[in-house]
Structures are given as structure tokens and as C-alpha cells.
């Protein structure tokens, strides 16, 4: 089985910066797309960042200049290097990969959340 632990989130104030990290274990051949969505209460998830396997980027407009998704291959580990934040940007933030299992097992795994609030 596989697991994406988070790591990285809390409380900043506006203007700050966090950086979340998840690391991928188990049962792990390789890792294609990794992504990072948000969800903050009363509203739809959304996409925020991804990155291929190849390493191309995509951001939202929202958060486009700001936060940076990297990946870590060797390390299994993709991070989320968020500067300039605001106030919106308060939400629960889920790592996403895409993972072929050593069972042959291509499947997509979700971190449990990790809470970013942004406030004076």
C-alpha cells in the first residue's frame, strides 16, 4: 500500500511563507503527475499546482507568481513553496499523486490534509 504523509502547514501571517512537503512510501515503483489542491470550508476543492513526471508546472491564476510545486524523485516527495500569502489562501491543503505500485497497481493517493491558516 501506499501513503502521502504532509507536513509543513500552520499559522503565518500575511505576507509570510510555508513550505508543505509530502512524502510517498509503500509499495512505490514510480510517481507520474503530483498535484496540490485546497479546499477551505463551503467551497470547492481546487486545483492549485501541478507537476508532470517530466517536471512541467501548472498553477492556478490565483496563486500563479506566488507558490512553486518541486518534486523530489529520488525522495518520492513534492513540496509547495508558498510565498506572499493572503488571507484567501487560509484552507485545508491535500497532496495528490499518481503512483505505480510494485503490485503493478496504477492508482491515485491522497495525502490527509494538512491546515494552512493565514491571519494577523
Known amino acids: 500500500q501506499v501513503q502521502l504523509v504532509e507536513s509543513g502547514g500552520g499559522l503565518v501571517q500575511p505576507g509570510g511563507s510555508l513550505r508543505l512537503s509530502c512524502a510517498a512510501s509503500g509499495s512505490i515503483f514510480s510517481i507520474n503527475n503530483m498535484a496540490w489542491y485546497r479546499q477551505a470550508p463551503g467551497k470547492e476543492r481546487e486545483l492549485v499546482a501541478a507537476i508532470t513526471g517530466r517536471g512541467s508546472t501548472g498553477y492556478a491564476d490565483s496563486v500563479k507568481g506566488r507558490f512553486t510545486i518541486s518534486r523530489d524523485n529520488a525522495e518520492n516527495t513534492q513540496y509547495l513553496q508558498m510565498n506572499s500569502l493572503k488571507p484567501e489562501d487560509t484552507s485545508v491543503y491535500y497532496c495528490?499523486?499518481?503512483?505505480?505500485?510494485?503490485?503493478?497497481?496504477?492508482?491515485?493517493?491522497w495525502g490527509q490534509g494538512t491546515q494552512v491558516t493565514v491571519s494577523s
Open positions: 495528490n499523486a499518481d503512483v505505480l505500485t510494485t503490485g503493478h497497481r496504477y492508482s491515485t493517493f
